[in-house]
Nanobody, 128 residues
């Protein structure tokens, strides 16, 4: 069964950088929008960033805008999240997800229910 598999998490100090990757073992990666979500300790899962099927449109939540960059390489079936200037409040398990229906994205945060395939998550810990 096709899976989404994240990697690249780890522990860094405040101000550090990480690159998360999400590889899709299936054959429909380039048909749908993708997104990154995260679940901070003791909190609900929250939206981070989303990207349309071709990679030329992105949208991210206010708290990461200017620090995080979402991108994709359809030839490699891979989604990325480049995270710079990390802060302790970025500590969370990060998940990649595939939109159930749409190749496009809007100019607002998408709902979790719009995403049907999820990775297992990768831990990011930022220490002060």
């Amino acid at each position: 069964q096709a899976q989404l598999v994240e990697s690249g998490g780890g522990s860094v100090q405040t101000g550090g950088s990480l690159r998360l990757s999400c590889v899709d073992s299936g054959h429909i990666f380039n048909r749908y929008a993708m997104a990154w979500f995260r679940r901070p300790p003791g909190k609900e899962r929250e939206f981070v960033a989303t990207i349309n099927w071709s990679g030329d449109e992105t949208y991210s939540t206010n708290s990461v805008r200017g620090r995080f960059t979402i991108s994709r390489d359809n030839a490699k079936n891979t989604l990325y999240l480049d995270m710079d200037n990390l802060k302790p409040e970025d500590t969370a398990v990060y998940y990649c997800a595939q939109d159930k229906f749409s190749a496009q994205i809007g100019n607002m945060e998408p709902a979790i229910r719009d995403f049907g395939r999820w990775g297992q998550g990768t831990q990011v810990t930022v220490s002060s």
